[in-house]
């Protein structure tokens, strides 16, 4: 089946410093999705995407939909203790469709 | 909150048991799907469910079933229960955003298998 390959797996910053997550797909997506997980939570949608190229904000995070529709990043601005968590990349190929998920970014905040 | 509601929260049960997992989508929604996270295989689809039809299938194992009833609410069947089915169990439910199908999805179920 198809994969998406997420990067980084986890990641330790600083509070205040920003933050960049990307997803890669062997195969075409005509949506892609972040979502935010918590410890023992559903993930939760931050910023959906649907044409190639498209760049998105959502407050201090801002999404874009690549060129090729193989590729989504994510990035984080200014980042504070409440943004930890795990972020996942998700793809959709056709509007209405199952969703094929990235690993995981786990980001944790030193404040 | 997302609107969609799945219980229980927690399960506890035996190998070779079987169980109901159970979830509302949110009001209006018609597509109910249905994921699966385990450490090992992250989030997997399993199955879809549209206006009481199933629609897609993923990687679902012939030992789990689902249905959707006519007030839309969907139930997840888990039978002959094996330690490896031990994971979180997601229902998402979708609405048409301003482009596409977003999935919002509920608190999940721990099932837990001894």
């Known amino acids: 089946g198809q994969q998406l390959n997420q990067s980084p797996q986890s990641m330790f910053i600083q509070e205040g410093e920003d933050v960049s997550m990307n997803c890669t797909s062997s195969?075409?997506?005509?949506?892609w999705l972040w979502y935010k997980q918590d410890p023992g939570e559903g993930p939760v949608l931050l910023i959906a995407?649907?044409?190639?190229?498209e760049l998105t904000s959502n407050g201090r995070l801002t999404a874009q939909f690549g060129i090729t529709r193989k590729d989504s990043f994510l990035n984080i601005s200014a980042s504070i203790p409440s943004d930890v968590g795990i972020y996942f990349c998700?793809?959709?190929?056709?509007?209405?469709?199952?969703?094929?998920f990235g690993g995981g970014t786990r980001l944790m905040v030193k404040p | 909150d997302s609107g969609v509601t799945q219980t229980p929260k927690h399960l506890i049960t035996a190998t070779g048991q079987r169980v109901t997992l159970r979830c509302s989508p949110r009001s209006g929604d018609l597509s109910v799907y249905w994921y699966q996270q385990s450490l090992d295989q992250g989030l997997q689809f399993l199955i879809q469910?549209?206006?009481?039809?199933?629609?897609a299938k993923g990687n679902i194992l012939e030992r789990f079933s689902a249905q959707q009833f006519p007030d839309l609410h969907s139930e997840l069947n888990l039978s002959s229960l094996e330690l490896g089915d031990s994971a979180l169990y997601f229902c998402a439910s979708s609405q048409r955003g301003t482009s596409g199908y977003e999935q919002y999805f509920g608190p999940g179920t721990r099932l837990t298998v001894t």
């Open positions: 469910y549209y206006n009481g039809e199933e629609r």
């Open positions: 995407l649907y044409k190639a190229g």
């Open positions: 195969s075409i997506f005509n949506t």
């Open positions: 998700a793809g959709q190929d056709n509007a209405g469709n199952m969703l094929t």
